[in-house]
């Protein structure tokens, strides 16, 4: 499944990664906050859709990313 970057309330703009909570090949629980991202006004936390292993990381810290891009993806287990 893929990890796209959902909108933020009151973002326009592009939005920073800042810290990947867990690396590839990790575990991760639906729910489970797995990123977070700043914007011009606040900071946020980013949800796994699903659980699994997260396979692949497309953007990585410090980067920037907008609205519905793909971040990561997300093996479903």
């Keep these: ?20 909570r867990v690396k590839e090949s990790e575990y991760v629980t639906e729910g489970q906050d797995i990123l977070e991202v700043v914007t ?3 900071t946020f936390d980013i949800p796994a859709p699903c659980g699994g292993k997260l396979v692949g990381i497309r ?19």
Excluded at 1 to 20: A, D, H, Q, Y
Excluded at 60 to 72: C, F, M, Y
């Design 1 to 20: 499944m893929e990890l796209r970057l959902p909108e933020l309330s009151g973002t326009k703009g592009e939005i920073v990664l800042t810290l990947w």
């Design 40 to 42: 011009d006004k606040a």
């Design 59 to 77: 953007k990585k810290e410090g980067e920037r990313a907008s609205v519905n891009e793909i971040l990561a993806e997300i093996m479903e287990t």
